[in-house]
């Protein structure tokens, strides 16, 4: 796709908008959905990443917000040296992260970057415009840093119940200007959370760092509302399932010991790491623990399904068939070998 324009959101937060190059219409993604794009940022191998759609699902334009990070090679990349007219690899919009059809009220929560996933989400509430009632609860530094600002409040503006509420957390940021009734300063706490009311029949989308979707997702559920109606997205790897493995201290992915392999390249999205298959390996799993890539997996006999994995693009086998097939997009890493170049939501 082509670059058709960036626009800064915020010190370290920029949009980036791509179209089609030949004018062909765009899958149309579910809001909350992302995109992966492939980039040459002169490593050893193309890097892969992922961005959550930030803007209205629909149109012929994909919109991704990115946050420069301090030591991301990619994130600096996309900031720096990425301009209008270029062309970028992006495999079409995917992920489980979705705004629900329903009646039920809807509570969307996130910390700084996080806004991206639930911001598609209130579009799409805007567009129709939904009846539910809607509560958008974000947590930024300060002012200066809350990229968006402007953008949801008018969206929420546009629907029939809305609630907002913004929390600053610098100890310098005043708490709000006049008739900014719905800023304060601090963090949401269960008491605070208590005070909006919000029905325990509610479906809730929370996106942040892991501790504090933790510390929302108890809250809401000590108010009532039920785990599976409390839906979280992680945009750092998923913690490891190793049964039987002791505990280690935390190693950052790397490349794998040992001569460089000969196969196609083999890149976890994730974990910024792109690889070249060696047959040294017994299966895809293997290779992610030589990288020491966090693995979820329990039998690695193609039964239990715990190693289940978005195929993001490629071609795999397995060395043996699986018990049951997983679902289309998806495959079990414990016993697939790739036959192409292969990317992989690890």
């Known amino acids: 796709m082509r670059v058709a324009r960036i626009v800064p959101e915020a010190p370290a937060v920029s949009s980036i908008y791509f179209d089609s190059t030949d004018g062909t219409p765009l899958p149309e993604p579910r809001p909350g959905q992302y995109l992966s794009i492939r980039l040459d940022v002169g490593a050893a191998g193309p890097a892969v990443r992922s961005y959550s ?3 209205a699902p629909g149109g ?13 090679q990619v994130s600096s990349y996309l900031h720096t040296s990425l301009h209008s007219g270029d062309l970028v690899e992006i495999a079409s919009p995917r992920g489980t992260f979705v705004l629900e059809e329903g009646t039920a009220p809807v509570v969307l929560i996130s910390a700084g970057i996080g806004a991206t996933p639930v911001l598609a989400m209130l579009h799409r509430l805007a567009a129709a415009p939904d009846p539910r009632p809607v509560w958008w609860i974000h947590t930024a530094h300060d002012r200066a840093h809350h990229a968006f600002a402007d953008e ?13 509420q913004i929390y600053y957390t610098a100890s310098d940021e005043p708490a709000s200007h006049p008739g900014e009734s719905h800023i304060c300063q601090g963090r949401p706490t269960a008491r605070s959370l208590m005070a909006m ?32 109606r409390i839906h979280t997205e992680q945009f750092s790897a998923l913690p490891a399932i190793n049964p039987g493995v002791t505990p280690a201290a935390t190693v950052r992915p790397h490349q794998p010991p040992g001569p460089t392999g000969t196969g196609p390249l083999i890149t976890f999205a994730r974990s910024g790491i792109t690889t070249p298959w060696s047959p040294a390996h017994a299966s895809l799993l293997d290779l992610a623990e030589a990288c020491d890539v966090p693995t979820r997996w329990s039998c690695r006999t193609g039964v239990c399904h715990t190693c289940i994995t978005h195929l993001v693009s490629g071609g795999i086998t397995y060395t043996t068939q699986p018990l049951e097939p997983p679902e289309p997009g998806s495959i079990l890493v414990c016993r697939s070998a790739p036959t192409t170049e292969v990317v992989l939501d690890l």
């Not at 012929?60 to 991301?72: A, C, F, L, M, Q």
């Not at 949801?152 to 907002?164: K, V």
């Not at 997702?217 to 000590?222: N, V």
């Open 60 to 72: 012929s334009t994909y919109r991704i917000s990115v946050k420069r990070e301090p030591h991301g």
């Open 197 to 228: 009311d919000i029905p325990a029949a509610a479906d809730a989308y929370i996106c942040g760092p892991p501790a504090f979707m933790d510390d929302l997702g108890g809250y809401l559920r000590d108010l009532g509302l039920r785990p599976e």
């Open 152 to 164: 949801t409040h008018s969206l929420l503006a546009q629907l029939p119940d809305a609630h907002e």
């Open 53 to 55: 759609l930030s803007s």
